[in-house]
């Protein structure tokens, strides 16, 4: 006996309005949860920071331990913020080359290792690691050799080379709320954060988010430092 049409069980499904209604509601989920997921992100990014920074310091002091003398020329003899960072790294990676009196071999005889970062994964845009080429990166200029940070921009060093066991000036000023000015250390280590610029207000480009705050001071922005 054939069944009427009428009578058949309708198999279940999403009416386009149901199915509008699910999209809705994972957007909605989606727009709540992704800044908490950034914020994640960041803080994640901020710890790896803290931590790289603070072994930074402790090779810089170590080497001065070993050899009596921190590892920059000895023609330098000023405190000095370092404008480019390979050479440091090279040499207290004791891997060659660098570049004259700071070298590897030169400036680290004994070829002992104080730090061991691992190599940036991408070349191109190089972050948390060593970065194996030159290369631009949105107006961010990075040397091959250099520790780039978790962000994408160089690690910034400065360096006791007058040795009074301080750093002056703050590279926030007197008034860029990172501390006493100047900084009682030997060696000092930050990183400009997410921004790429020295403290908080717009960002260095377009590749980064606005942070709080104001350029050149600390406070408020999201930058990284060794000192506090």
């Not at 080497?63 to 790294?89: C, H, M, N, Q, W």
């Not at 990166?137 to 301080?166: C, H, L, M, R, S």
Request: aromatic share 8%.
């Amino acid at each position: 006996m054939e069944m009427n049409p009428s009578s058949r069980p309708r198999l279940a499904a999403f009416t386009l309005i149901e199915l509008l209604v699910v999209i809705a509601i994972i957007a909605v989920l989606a727009a709540f949860l992704f800044p908490a997921f950034q914020g994640m992100t960041n803080r994640a990014k901020t710890t790896q920071a803290k931590s790289d920074l603070m072994q930074i310091v402790t090779a810089v002091n170590a080497y001065y331990t070993e050899y009596g003398k921190y590892p920059i020329p000895t023609t330098v003899t000023t405190d000095t913020a370092l404008s480019r960072t390979d050479d440091l790294f090279y040499t207290l990676r004791a891997v060659n080359p660098g570049s004259g009196a700071n070298s590897g071999d030169v400036a680290n005889p004994r070829k002992i290792v104080f730090l061991s970062p691992a190599d940036a994964k991408d070349t191109a845009r190089p972050r948390s690691g060593i970065a194996a080429a030159d290369v631009t990166v949105n107006g961010v200029t990075i040397t091959k050799g250099e520790f780039i940070d978790p962000w994408g921009t160089p690690y910034k060093v400065a360096i006791d080379g007058d040795y009074d066991n301080q750093i002056n000036p703050n590279p926030y000023g007197a008034t860029g709320g990172a501390g006493s000015d100047p900084i009682r250390a030997g060696v000092i280590a930050w990183s400009l954060g997410k921004n790429g610029q020295l403290g908080g207000g717009s960002a260095l480009n377009s590749a980064f988010d606005k942070e709080g705050g104001t350029a050149n001071i600390y406070t408020g922005s999201g930058d990284v430092i060794s000192w506090q």
